[in-house]
Nanobody, 113 residues
């Protein structure tokens, strides 16, 4: 059974940075893609970024140039580096493993003065 545990969320001022981590267990991490999603209050969950087993990345238009997804296969961990944060980035951020359709419990990010 795959377990995903996110960490690194918190309160940050506009223009600030955060680095989210998603530690995984129970699956063959290195040969599968991973993704980050987010859900803002009153809105649907949306895709933020994906990373393939080979390191190829895709980003939502709203975060291109500000967010970077990466992975460390030795640590079975995927990261989301978030820079130049805006109030509209406020959401709960979720890690997702498509190959087993597993979600983490999420980590909240609040961008506010």
């Amino acid at each position: 059974q795959v377990q995903l545990v996110e960490s690194g969320g918190g309160l940050v001022q506009p223009g600030g940075s955060l680095r989210l981590s998603c530690a995984t267990s129970g699956s063959i991490f290195s040969i599968n893609g991973m993704a980050w999603y987010r859900q803002a209050p009153g809105k649907e969950r949306e895709l933020v970024a994906t990373i393939s087993s080979g390191g190829g990345t895709i980003y939502a238009d709203s975060v291109k140039g500000r967010f970077t997804i990466s992975r460390d296969n030795a640590k079975n961990t995927v990261y989301l580096q978030m820079n130049s944060l805006k109030p509209e980035d406020t959401a709960v951020y979720y890690c997702y493993a498509p190959h087993v359709r597993a979600w983490g419990k999420g980590t909240p990010v609040t961008v506010s003065p």
